[in-house]
């Protein structure tokens, strides 16, 4: 792009470069601005309120006071374009215009409410001014909440979380009755707390209990309550309110297998909060504590008989869960029996099992005992004839 060189000149009689400070005029009377440039073919100069006017030499009155801001956008033959935006301070005449400049992290901040919080460095400093006078030639009172001080620059006041109204009032030290003020509003909120760590770790070898803890941080308070919640399912489950930053979730009260993850609140001493969910999945598959059943059998006359003679079984079991027992005696043959006890005969010789199984619903206890049934004994008796 090509370059032009010009500059502004005011009715003043002061040239107005590029490098140039702002340049003050009077609030409510006719202010001649002039371009000169040895390229420009066309200038377009752009007012407050977005009032256009085109030409080398232009005239506007200021209507309002304070820091206005002046486009000039200049073209040559070729359609090359530049433009520039200046600052010019509208002074009352002979009284002072307030105005507050407000620095957050070291930027301009435009506004009457500022929103900061005590991470933020701000600063606010006296830009105002009158026609012959700058805000160091001026008495500046600073009011903050009712505190007041006399500076060109606000002192570092901002220290707790809340809101500061602030008004800088503005008087010419040569006539006390000239004066003005600016008003600002600071809002510092509340930071929520920062979680930095969040650790489960399983308690003991059940696999039912785990450690929960979290680690977090408030920057301008202090951290006042954590919530510790076990979800399933997106609903949680169990809760506990504690003001350390762990706690021990015991879920043997669920029986089951379940599949958690843990969220944990932290708030602050003003209740603000942060939620965190762990992405971690728990699966918890108790250990079952049940007792399996105890069993005494007890076979009659023995675990030997003949073909034709009665065995009976009976079955004596105690269960220290108190379950109700389910019993089921099966024979090698195939017979079974769902009783405590019986009686059954073998019509055959030969080698036989009979099982026990009891169950209290989780568990079953196995019993077996073998069996032989013998064929009768055969007594051959002889009839020898009488002897004569």
């Given at each position: 792009m090509k370059k032009f060189t010009w500059i502004f000149v005011l009715a003043l009689g002061l040239f107005w470069q590029a490098s140039a400070l702002a340049q003050t005029v009077t609030l409510g009377k006719v202010a001649t601005l002039r371009a000169k440039s040895t390229d420009a073919q066309s200038y377009e100069w752009t007012f407050p309120n977005g009032i256009v006017i085109n030409g080398e030499v232009v005239q506007y009155t200021f209507t309002e006071p304070g820091v206005q801001e002046v486009k000039l956008k200049v073209v040559d033959a070729e359609g090359n374009?530049?433009?520039?935006?200046?600052k010019i301070l509208v002074a009352n005449d002979g009284k002072p215009t307030a105005i507050i400049e407000t620095l957050v992290n070291g930027k301009t901040f435009s506004g009457n409410i500022i929103e900061a919080t005590l991470a933020d460095k701000i600063a606010l400093k006296s830009a105002s001014f009158s026609l012959d006078k700058t805000a160091k030639d001026l008495n500046n009172l600073w009011t903050v909440n009712g505190r007041s001080y006399e500076a060109a620059a606000l002192p570092s006041v901002f220290d707790k979380i809340g809101t500061y109204a602030v008004q800088l009032a503005v008087?010419?030290?040569?006539?006390?009755?000239?004066?003005?003020?600016?008003n600002v509003q600071v809002k510092i909120n509340n930071l929520a707390p920062v979680i930095r760590k969040f650790q489960i770790t399983p308690v003991g070898n059940t696999g039912e209990q785990f450690k929960v803890m979290v680690e977090a941080a408030d920057a301008d308070g202090t951290v006042s309550s954590y919530r510790f919640e076990a979800m399933e399912a997106g609903k949680s489950v169990l809760t506990q309110v504690v003001e350390s930053n762990s706690t021990v979730f015991d879920l043997s009260r669920f029986s089951g297998k379940h599949v958690y993850n843990f969220r944990v609140t932290v708030s602050d001493d003003r209740f603000l909060s942060t939620t965190y969910t762990d992405t971690k999945m728990v699966t918890v598959d108790p250990i079952d504590?049940?007792?399996?059943?105890?069993?005494?059998?007890?076979?009659?006359?023995g675990n030997q008989a003949y073909v034709g003679e009665v065995f009976n079984f009976k079955a004596e079991a105690t269960d220290a869960d108190n379950d109700a027992l389910k019993y089921a005696w099966t024979s090698s043959d195939g017979r079974t029996f769902p009783v405590e006890s019986f009686d059954i005969v073998y019509s055959k010789a030969g080698n036989y099992t009979m099982t026990l199984n009891v169950s209290d619903g989780l568990e079953t206890t196995t019993e077996e005992i073998e069996l032989t049934v013998l064929e009768p004994e055969t007594v051959e008796v002889k009839n020898n004839p009488p002897e004569v």
């Amino acid at each position: 792009m090509k370059k032009f060189t010009w500059i502004f000149v005011l009715a003043l009689g002061l040239f107005w470069q590029a490098s140039a400070l702002a340049q003050t005029v009077t609030l409510g009377k006719v202010a001649t601005l002039r371009a000169k440039s040895t390229d420009a073919q066309s200038y377009e100069w752009t007012f407050p309120n977005g009032i256009v006017i085109n030409g080398e030499v232009v005239q506007y009155t200021f209507t309002e006071p304070g820091v206005q801001e002046v486009k000039l956008k200049v073209v040559d033959a070729e359609g090359n374009t530049n433009e520039v935006i200046k600052k010019i301070l509208v002074a009352n005449d002979g009284k002072p215009t307030a105005i507050i400049e407000t620095l957050v992290n070291g930027k301009t901040f435009s506004g009457n409410i500022i929103e900061a919080t005590l991470a933020d460095k701000i600063a606010l400093k006296s830009a105002s001014f009158s026609l012959d006078k700058t805000a160091k030639d001026l008495n500046n009172l600073w009011t903050v909440n009712g505190r007041s001080y006399e500076a060109a620059a606000l002192p570092s006041v901002f220290d707790k979380i809340g809101t500061y109204a602030v008004q800088l009032a503005v008087t010419d030290p040569a006539n006390l009755n000239q004066k003005d003020q600016a008003n600002v509003q600071v809002k510092i909120n509340n930071l929520a707390p920062v979680i930095r760590k969040f650790q489960i770790t399983p308690v003991g070898n059940t696999g039912e209990q785990f450690k929960v803890m979290v680690e977090a941080a408030d920057a301008d308070g202090t951290v006042s309550s954590y919530r510790f919640e076990a979800m399933e399912a997106g609903k949680s489950v169990l809760t506990q309110v504690v003001e350390s930053n762990s706690t021990v979730f015991d879920l043997s009260r669920f029986s089951g297998k379940h599949v958690y993850n843990f969220r944990v609140t932290v708030s602050d001493d003003r209740f603000l909060s942060t939620t965190y969910t762990d992405t971690k999945m728990v699966t918890v598959d108790p250990i079952d504590s049940n007792t399996a059943p105890t069993v005494k059998l007890q076979v009659l006359p023995g675990n030997q008989a003949y073909v034709g003679e009665v065995f009976n079984f009976k079955a004596e079991a105690t269960d220290a869960d108190n379950d109700a027992l389910k019993y089921a005696w099966t024979s090698s043959d195939g017979r079974t029996f769902p009783v405590e006890s019986f009686d059954i005969v073998y019509s055959k010789a030969g080698n036989y099992t009979m099982t026990l199984n009891v169950s209290d619903g989780l568990e079953t206890t196995t019993e077996e005992i073998e069996l032989t049934v013998l064929e009768p004994e055969t007594v051959e008796v002889k009839n020898n004839p009488p002897e004569v």
